[in-house]
């Protein structure tokens, strides 16, 4: 059985920092795309940053390009969302999920094949 599990979330100032971690269970990491999303109040979920199966290729949505990093720690079997500079429209719930298609880069929201339950980040201006 697999599963995600997200944790990291918190209330941060803006500028500020948090690292969120999701621990996999029931699949090898290298062997997923996996990717974070995220949902602010009232808007669509949208992919934030995703790290390809693999090779680890990551790739970001523009508007956290150059703050957040996507990492993974096979060994560990987690993924990594480390986020800097904080902004109040990074409020959001953040979910981390696994893609197992080889041929699909970057994930898209429908064709992630698991997810976690998200946590939550506010960030305070």
């Known amino acids: 059985q697999v599963q995600l599990e997200e944790s990291g979330g918190g209330l941060v100032q803006a500028g500020g920092s948090l690292r969120l971690s999701c621990a996999a269970s029931?699949?090898?990491?290298?062997?997923?795309?996996m990717g974070w999303f995220r949902q602010g109040p009232g808007k669509e979920r949208e992919l934030v940053a995703s790290?390809?199966?693999?090779?680890?290729?990551?790739a970001y949505t523009d508007a956290v390009q150059g703050r957040f990093t996507i990492s993974r720690d096979v060994a560990k079997k987690t993924v990594y969302l480390q986020m800097d500079n904080l902004k109040p429209e990074d409020t959001a719930v953040y979910y981390c999920?696994?893609?197992?298609?080889?041929?699909?880069?970057?994930?898209?929201?429908?064709?992630?094949?698991?997810w976690g339950k998200g946590t939550l980040v506010t960030v305070s201006s």
């Open positions: 999920a696994a893609e197992s298609n080889p041929f699909r880069w970057p994930p898209t929201t429908s064709g992630m094949d698991y």
């Open positions: 790290i390809r199966r693999n090779s680890g290729t990551t």
């Open positions: 029931g699949l090898t990491i290298s062997s997923y795309s």
